[in-house]
């Protein structure tokens, strides 16, 4: 018998719909490698700078206090290389932790406040600021800062909204601005305090809180501040105000050192008297290289490098403002906008109190003056920026072809 064919039944494959050109956001989170490292290149890039500036403008301070002119800069690279292992530890750590924490920081931090006060506080200079650890200082003002930015955006991401009610938001916020800026009027520092009240103000002003609300807050600030300078057993800071609006009127007094940064700036010109020849630093202007750096920077390198300065922390707070905008979270993005409002804030107080716009009070130039403290809390916040970066979620488009 002939073999019957096999026959087969080809069965026709579905035809797939074809894929359409889409455009969306998808959100991804970040790997672990990833982050904005362009802000870590201005922050180090502000960090060497610093170095330098505070090697030049130090110079005749050091040997006029240790015999060596370089006791500022070994100190200084010292504080540099602590922050860098700070920056890291904080660039690591989960920043959703620190929202875990921050009622923990924040007793810690009143505690320190308190502690300044008390025997364990050292004076110097009349002010009684920092506490011996022996090995070294610390300034638990300069601790304060960071701890009320984590608790501030911990307090209002808990409840989206209570920042514009009176009870949970405003009053509370209140107190919490007039203990931490009591205590730390009391060591006196004036400047810190003002800074901190700053950030919490601008922190519920960026969570949303009323116009009529801010002007009510800046206005009592502002009734505060005069009470404070011209209420009694304040003197020295009606002084201050005083010599602030002539300052060449008592250049032999409160007016010296504000009179001494304008010469410096005035002899800079737009490009300088070059690196390391300034004459203002040759013990005119006392302690160049802290408070008062931005001076012998403008004598040094001119307007135009105090431009480019200016440019560095533009850029730098740019940063900060991306990531709090691009935030996972609402306490990242009021954790981010804290710090970025910390760094722009100082910024903006130092410049004015250099040039003779505001009454001289001491406020750092951030990651540029002297000071492991104020070094170490800019490292470290900038270790917490890069964090938040790490685990942003970035809109990306995604567009796939028509195969």
């Known amino acids: 018998m002939p073999k019957r064919k096999r026959t087969t039944v080809k069965t026709e494959k579905k035809a ?28 180090y890039a502000l960090v060497i700078f610093g170095i330098v500036m505070v090697f030049s403008s130090s110079y005749y301070s050091a040997i006029n206090a240790g015999g060596t002119p370089y006791t500022y800069l070994i100190k200084d690279m010292f504080f540099a290389v602590t922050g860098t292992g700070l920056f890291l530890l904080m660039a690591l750590i989960d920043y959703r932790e620190l929202r ?15 502690a300044v006060l008390t025997p364990l506080g050292v004076t110097i200079q009349g002010a009684q600021r920092w506490i011996s650890l022996g090995f070294t200082t610390i ?7 960071i701890c009320v930015v984590i608790f501030v955006a911990y307090y209002l991401s808990e409840k989206p909204g209570r920042v514009n009610s009176i009870k949970d938001g405003i009053i509370p916020m209140l107190l919490l601005a007039g203990v931490v800026g009591g205590l730390i009027m009391k060591q006196p520092n004036m400047s810190t ?18 116009w009529r609300y801010l002007g009510g807050l800046i206005g009592l600030g502002a009734a505060g501040s005069l009470m404070l300078i011209f209420m009694s057993g304040s003197e020295y800071r009606l002084n201050r105000v005083v010599s602030f609006t002539d300052p060449f009127a008592q250049m032999s007094g409160n007016g010296y050192q ?13 490009f300088g008297v070059g690196l390391g020849n300034s004459i203002q630093k040759s013990l005119y202007l006392p302690e160049p290289q802290n408070d008062f750096i931005l001076a012998i920077i403008g004598e040094e390198l001119g307007y ?22 691009h935030a996972p979270d609402r306490f990242g993005m009021l954790l981010a906008s804290g710090i970025t409002l910390m760094i722009g804030i100082q ?20 990651f540029v003056s ?6 170490w809390l800019f490292m470290g916040s900038a270790g917490i920026l890069l964090n938040i970066s790490r685990h942003t979620s970035i809109p990306k488009v995604e567009a796939q072809e028509v195969k």
Do not use: C, H
Not at 100 to 114: H, N, P, S, Y
Not at 193 to 209: P, W, Y
């Open 193 to 210: 305090a003002i800074t901190i009240v700053g950030i919490i103000v601008m922190m519920m002003f960026v969570d949303g809180l009323y």
């Open 139 to 145: 300034m638990p003002g300069e601790i304060a800062k």
């Open 16 to 43: 797939r719909p074809a894929k359409r050109r889409s455009t969306k956001y998808r959100f991804k989170k970040t790997d672990l490698g990833s982050g904005d490292f362009v802000l870590v290149i201005i922050m």
């Open 304 to 325: 135009l490098g105090i431009i480019l300065l200016m440019t560095a922390y533009i850029f730098l707070i740019w940063r900060g403002i991306l990531i709090a905008m």
């Open 100 to 114: 875990k924490a921050a009622k923990i920081f924040m007793i810690i931090a009143v505690l320190l406040l308190v």
């Open 258 to 270: 504000v009179v001494q940064s304008l010469f410096a700036l005035g002899s800079g010109g737009m």
């Open 347 to 366: 910024v903006m107080m130092n410049i004015a109190v250099v040039t003779s716009s505001m009454p001289p009070t001491g406020v750092t130039l951030p």
């Open 370 to 375: 002297y000071g492991g403290n104020a070094l």
